[in-house]
């Protein structure tokens, strides 16, 4: 009886241990975007601190009003959309093929596929542009489509072998035992059925492409330029609160689409279709 | 040109033979299978059964030998090149079409007219008692109406051959016994050339016109399911194929009938046994089948074999009855009857068992 008090006074313990955990990195988490989306509606006309004492559309205005962050605002949105579409056709790819094949080195060559995830930014950045000065190959906005396709297929191929692990060898052989020829078999059985997957991957990248600055620095030039770079240097020059603006603009933009996406192709849903 | 009997031939597998790396699964295999009949692979596990049918369906290629379908080479051939229809262990139903959409997919890829495809489809479903679940999704079904669709669907295309692997395995024990008869009735009915894969010889048996019967690769046995349960050609057929009994023996000389021998048991008694081949003196196994044996009467001393043991154990098993008698210096026999009379024998009873000579057989040891 005394055991079992001591055992439940424990189990209570660890609960509100927990729950206290919990709103910690919940407040970690939000409080900096709460506070970002709170100072981008601040109605005083410079930076001033925390909280705002009345509330505005100002900073909207400003940023609306600004070429050089509409710009920007424009090559990130065509950047991402391209770089996540070919992410998209080459990672899923990649990951059909590795997901059939079985050979010597098929790991070796997944980790390398795997490896831009955790080779720093900075250094990708930095490669590439040397690669494409010293070959004089590409410049501007494919420059850039370059580097971000590099970076975000990665996550097309890994979200795209995860979603392929649920579906059975056999039903490719079904399909080919059923006149489809290996094209058809991938293209209407395979491909549906790991849809779901290819699409997170497609919206992963083009969330990582929409936010990185790293690599885009590098690939950057005074004529393209993307979003989150027109937003680091205007800090550098002059620090106002349009940037809060348009990281909310940014962030209302991030959900809107990903909710539109999973109305259209039923995210989450996993293999099989409702009727 | 072929002559007519081998136009009969659906199928030919002459001499192949197919290496997984430094694995034969398939060594050098021929057998034929005539126009319209069932024949059964039967073997245990990785005995090549599955191997043949991936050979045959075109998933896997041969490193030797030849497969005709039709008369026609088809070794080389991609699986789309093939007219053979498989059903699959696990089924592989596409969980993203309907039952309709899985029956179709076969049609359209055989080119079939708009007309013809709704009227094949709606004839195979109709044939496999699934009319009104067209719309339904793999998902909604139970096992044995998703075995039913995968079967409409390799069905529908009319294929030349139709491969079923494991057709019953998946599924529990009652069901079993019903789905194997309506899978019979359905094969009846289209009359397709058929080849079915099974480690249950029960499955093979009631299924199949003639049994294969597959070890590491070879062929052991090929014929009729009778003929393989009374005339096992070799030890493993007899073994893998039914329960049997292993008697040891001495064979002393030919018998008073064409084809029998006297054999001496390690007790002295002396029985009569059907014998291919077994050299006088040489040391042998007397088999015989466990529903073979029957409690000797006093007609049958003189006219039938009979051993004299003790009765170990009775396991009345519904509408069988295991009897296990001891026979001195012979060993365990295991006697399968009826369960008629099976309360009238009790453990430690001394009882005289007897079987027909023709009901047993000789196999030489192999050392």
Redesign the interface.
């Known amino acids: 009886m005394k055991t079992m008090r001591g055992k439940r006074w424990i189990d209570d313990t660890c609960r509100v241990a927990m729950h206290v955990l919990f709103a910690f990195t919940f407040l970690f988490l939000f409080v900096p975007v709460l506070v970002s989306v709170t100072m981008a509606f601040d109605a005083r006309p410079y930076l001033a601190p925390f909280p705002p004492s009345g509330l505005s559309l100002q900073w909207f205005g400003e940023f609306f009003s600004s070429d050089y962050l509409l710009q920007g605002l424009w090559t990130s949105l065509i950047l991402a959309s391209a770089s996540s579409l070919v992410a998209m056709a080459v990672g899923s790819l990649a990951a059909f093929g590795l997901d059939r094949a079985r050979f010597r080195g098929r790991e070796l060559l997944l980790s390398l596929f795997l490896s831009p995830l955790i080779v720093p930014g900075v250094i990708l950045g930095f490669g590439l542009l040397l690669l494409f000065s010293s070959l004089d190959l590409l410049e501007g906005l494919p420059r850039l489509i370059a580097g971000h396709v590099l970076i975000t297929f990665p996550l097309c191929l890994r979200a795209t072998l995860a979603s392929l692990v649920g579906i059975?060898k056999?039903?490719t052989?079904?399909?080919?035992?059923?006149?489809?020829?290996e094209w058809?078999a991938l293209w209407?059985?395979t491909f549906?059925?790991a849809r779901t997957g290819v699409l997170a991957g497609g919206i992963f990248a083009f969330a990582v492409s929409m936010d990185d600055v790293a690599v885009a620095l590098f690939l950057s030039d005074p004529t393209i330029y993307t979003l989150p770079i027109a937003l680091v240097s205007m800090m550098r020059a002059n620090f106002d609160l349009t940037i809060a603006a348009a990281s909310l603009f940014l962030l209302v933009l991030a959900a809107f689409s990903t909710w539109l996406l999973a109305r259209c192709v039923d995210l989450g849903q996993g293999?099989?279709?409702k009727? | 040109m072929a002559s007519e009997a081998a136009a009969r031939k659906a199928l030919e597998v002459a001499g192949v033979t197919k290496r997984f790396g430094a694995v034969t699964a398939v060594d050098e295999i021929t057998f034929s299978v005539p126009q319209g009949r069932i024949t059964c692979l039967l073997g245990p596990s990785g005995c090549g059964k599955t191997t043949s049918l991936r050979l045959i369906a075109g998933f896997e290629f041969p490193d030797s030998g030849v497969i005709s379908i039709g008369g026609a080479t088809m070794s080389r051939e991609r699986p789309y090149e093939r007219k053979v229809g498989l059903l699959f262990q696990d089924y592989a139903l596409f969980p993203h079409m309907t039952v309709h959409e899985n029956v179709c997919y076969g049609l359209k890829h055989r080119r079939y007219p708009k007309a013809a495809i709704q009227n094949r489809s709606r004839a195979v479903l109709e044939l496999v008692k699934l009319r009104g679940l067209e719309q339904r999704y793999p998902s909604q079904l139970s096992g044995g109406q998703q075995q039913r669709v995968a079967l409409a669907r390799a069905l529908a295309p009319e294929p030349d051959i139709l491969l079923l692997d494991e057709p019953l395995s998946a599924l529990d024990a009652k069901l079993r016994d019903e789905l194997r008869v309506e899978l019979k009735d359905i094969l009846d009915k289209v009359d397709c050339t058929t080849i079915v894969v099974t480690h249950d010889q029960e499955e093979a048996m009631s299924l199949g016109n003639s049994i294969i019967v597959m070890n590491e690769g070879r062929i052991e046995q090929e014929g009729s399911p009778s003929e393989i349960y009374a005339r096992p050609a070799n030890r493993f057929v007899a073994d893998f194929v039914g329960r049997s009994n292993w008697l040891r023996g001495v064979v002393l000389d030919a018998g008073p009938m064409e084809g029998f021998v006297w054999v001496e048991l390690g007790n002295g008694a002396k029985v009569r046994s059907r014998c291919p081949a077994a050299p006088a003196g040489s040391a042998c196994d007397l088999f015989v089948r466990p529903e073979a044996f029957t409690v000797a009467s006093a007609a049958d001393r003189g006219s039938k074999e009979t051993l004299t043991g003790r009765v170990h154990d009775v396991s009345p098993l519904g509408s069988d009855v295991h009897v296990t008698v001891d026979v001195e210096g012979v060993g365990r026999v295991v006697v399968v009857r009826k369960n008629q009379w099976g309360d009238r024998l009790q453990r430690g009873d001394h009882v005289t068992l007897a079987f027909e000579a023709a009901d047993s057989l000789v196999f030489a040891l192999d050392r």
């Not at chain 1, 052989?173 to 020829?181: F, I, N, V």
């Open positions: 059975r056999s039903l052989e079904a399909a080919m035992s059923l006149g489809a020829t058809q209407e059985i549906p059925l293999v099989y279709r009727p």
